[in-house]
């Protein structure tokens, strides 16, 4: 009988990292991490649990059949394993240092788990690191988040990087003033605009709204057949910072689909996605939102959150580390010194140990450093 557990099978959409991803796993958090502290972000470390209620209501993205839930054998409570950690991070801006002077900066990275996965990502648990920029939401406040997205993701070793740029409000805000709809109609035309369904918009009689799906593309293009519609108000100025960031992004390509929502259901004027070469999925999202204060208040923000196991699956934040056998009997001065010099060592256990075995590229010997045969 194939027992699931003495087979040591796992829960479906769960992975254990072994050599030498594991490591790289680590090395990138660690790479992505130090890239987002030198811009000044201070990391906060919330806890992989928190009140269900807690992640379901702060920025609203998440359902409880989202979550993983359990209730709490200590205290009863109904508790749920986080999501996504940019919640989280709003929460401990909005309580613990809601007496900190904005804009404040403030970063992490840990695991988050999903109750399911998708066909491109079907693991349920994901190592995110991420960066939240928290009091403001303007132009320069999305183009530093957004340079810093790109900035640390490049470090990595990544190539190819674009950047998706959508503006979740922008038919909202058409609907409310130059292309009126009635709400029923906005949540239809919301429906077909993500279906990119021409024919349906027509036979809402929102004609008009096709000319959006049309628009979404590479960014200048894009912009250039958006300003052709002659808007004025919000949604102008909209396009407007829309195209400000895209400057600011300088080299790397974007593209901007002003109807685009699915993945931004917290964002509020702007979203986006980042892609690579090599890598499937996104490498990361974000986009600016509202923190809301217990008394109240609200707080606009902007932040991204990467998803480091595409780039460990690329192949991406290995180290070969230098591996060297330290024969039974070495002295520890030895194998000290190997180690400040970089070496990883290894010391056998018995006599005669080999090399090879233990992924060793050399060997200690004849108190010197030797290739492993
Ligand atoms: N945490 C969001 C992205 C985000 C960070 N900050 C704002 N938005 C996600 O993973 O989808």
Redesign the pocket.
């Known amino acids: 009988m194939t027992d699931p557990i003495t087979q040591g099978l796992l829960p479906e959409g769960l992975r254990d990292r072994l050599p030498p991803q594991a490591e790289a796993a680590a090395n990138l958090l660690r790479g992505l991490l130090d890239c987002v502290a030198a811009h000044g972000y201070e990391r906060v470390q919330p806890p992989l649990v928190e009140f269900e209620d807690s992640l379901i209501g702060r920025l609203g ?1 998440a359902r409880k059949q989202d979550l993983l839930r359990f209730i709490d054998p200590v205290s009863g409570a109904n508790l749920a394993l986080r999501h ?4 989280q ?1 709003g929460r401990i801006a909005a309580t613990r240092l809601a007496h900190i002077a904005r804009p404040l900066r403030l970063a992490y990275g840990g695991p ?1 788990l999903r109750v399911r996965g998708d066909q491109l990502r079907p693991e349920r648990e994901a190592l ?1 690191a ?3 920029l928290i009091g403001r939401d303007s132009v320069a406040a999305v183009a530093e ?1 957004l340079k810093l997205a790109v900035e640390a993701l490049a470090q990595t070793g990544l190539t190819g990087l674009t950047v998706d740029i959508t503006l979740p409000e922008f038919v909202a805000e058409l609907a409310a003033g130059p292309w009126p709809l009635e709400p029923l109609q906005l949540a239809e035309a919301h429906r077909l605009l993500d279906g990119k369904d021409v024919a349906g918009l027509r036979a809402l009689g929102a004609d008009r709204y096709e000319t959006l799906i049309a628009a979404a593309g590479p960014a200048a293009p894009s912009l250039a057949k958006l300003r052709a519609l002659g808007l004025s108000g919000r949604a102008a100025a909209m396009l407007g910072d829309a195209a400000a960031i895209i400057t600011a992004l300088g080299d790397t390509p974007a593209t901007l689909d002003p109807t685009e929502r699915h ?5 509020s004027w702007i ?1 986006f996605s980042i892609f690579a070469a090599g890598v499937r999925g996104e490498v ?6 509202t923190i809301v204060h217990p008394n109240g208040d609200e707080e606009p ?5 990467l ?1 480091v196991d595409g780039l460990v699956d690329a192949g991406l934040g290995e180290v070969k580390h230098r591996r060297i056998l330290l024969p039974l009997g070495t002295a520890p001065e030895v194998g000290a010194k190997l180690r400040a010099e970089g070496w990883a060592t290894v010391a056998a256990l018995e006599p005669d140990a080999d090399a090879r075995a233990f992924r060793c590229t050399h060997r200690w010997s004849n108190g010197r450093v030797n290739e492993a045969v």
Do not use: I, L
């Not at 996504?84 to 919640?87: E, L, N, P, V, W």
């Not at 990361?284 to 939102?289: H, I, N, Q, V």
């Not at 923000?301 to 959150?305: L, N, Y």
């Open positions: 993205s996504d950690m940019t919640g991070v988050v995110q991420g960066a939240e988040v993945g931004f259901e917290f964002q979203g990361g999202r974000g986009g600016a939102y923000a902007v932040g991204f959150s998803y």
